[in-house]
């Protein structure tokens, strides 16, 4: 996985709650090969209509050059497929902007280094009624929490653990090894003061 802390990019709005798991990507698709690519059926069953014509009115048809999505609350809710977020990765999406998520797919988007930035309702529904007739250059620093957008700039949530993961590039492993030093003292602590419960076990 790249890290990543600053993001510029075209972004559009799907005004819609409650996008879930199924509607990114529909579930008689997950069994095609993950090496094939999961970008052609990101929202199919939203961007093409019954024969599989491309629907010139959504968004993304429109705006192929997009990588970030504003969206509404409960992006990404219902089951917990990681295809989801191989999805959005395949067709080029970088973040979901959103008053919510869905829990299991917020950390799914971590572990495969796309963001979820999560704003308050009036900043959200803010930046939709920017990008309300076209699609629009924006900015996300990670760092530093913001999002910007026209004349708008508002900040964002990120736990600090999930932010360290995204900027490097880590999956929890690494996370982890980052606090090599702290468990190795803890551990030697433990077996001086405590030898009773720490058991030596040889390298």
């Known amino acids: 996985m790249v890290g990543w802390c600053l993001h510029k990019g075209l972004a559009v709005s799907l005004p819609q709650e409650n996008v879930d798991t199924d509607q990114l990507i529909p579930a008689r698709y997950m069994s095609i090969p993950r090496a094939d690519g999961y970008g052609p059926y990101l929202f199919y069953d939203m961007r093409r209509d019954e024969n599989g ?64 930035a999560c704003l308050d309702e009036k900043s959200c529904a803010a930046l939709e009624n920017a990008l309300a007739n076209d699609a629009k250059n924006i900015r996300i620093d990670i760092k530093a929490r913001v999002i910007s957008l026209s004349n708008i700039k508002t900040g964002f949530s990120l736990d600090d653990s999930w932010a360290t993961k995204l900027i490097n590039g880590w999956d929890d492993i690494d996370l982890t090894m980052d606090h090599a030093a702290e468990i190795a003292a803890y551990k030697d602590a433990r077996s001086r003061n405590a030898p009773w419960a720490w058991p030596v076990v040889a390298d």
Not at 61 to 78: C, D, L, P, Y
Not at 85 to 104: C, E, N, T
């Open 53 to 116: 014509t491309l629907r010139k009115n959504f968004v993304l048809n429109r705006h192929k050059n997009t990588t970030v999505i504003v969206a509404r609350r409960g992006f990404g809710s219902g089951s917990s497929r990681e295809a989801a977020v191989y999805a959005l990765m395949d067709a080029g999406i970088r973040a979901v902007v959103a008053p919510s998520f869905g829990d299991i797919f917020a950390a799914n988007c971590i572990n495969n280094g796309l963001l979820p």
